[in-house]
């Protein structure tokens, strides 16, 4: 936030309370960082399993992903137009997986770096 010269908004979309949860792992890892504010406009958008959410004009639609309970784990599937890309997320095997997925141009599983 302070090292670059960032001005165009940013959006963070994820389950219900991603805004603390981004809050509290920036402060772990950056303390005294609650009391920066950035210099852009910096929007969170909470999004439930199930239903498609439209984010900035991509269809995001979250699928339950089984994983440790309190990082809210969740599949993605996102398209754009006929393009769809499918993250797996962090967990295992789950039939909502496989619906999640299903006819993607892309799955993504298990990518960490």
Known sequence: MLGTR???P?????????EDQVAQTLEALFPGSG??????T?????FAVGPANDILGLEVRPFA???TPQTKPTALRVA???KVVSYSG????TT???ASSWDAGLFVAECHF
């Open 6 to 8: 960032r001005t165009a």
């Open 10 to 18: 940013r959006t963070i979309a994820g389950p219900a309370g991603v």
């Open 35 to 40: 009391v920066m504010k950035p210099k852009f």
């Open 42 to 46: 910096l929007t969170y958008v909470e």
């Open 65 to 67: 992903a089984r994983y």
């Open 80 to 82: 754009v137009g006929d």
């Open 90 to 93: 962090d967990g295992e095997f």
């Open 96 to 98: 909502d997986l496989c």
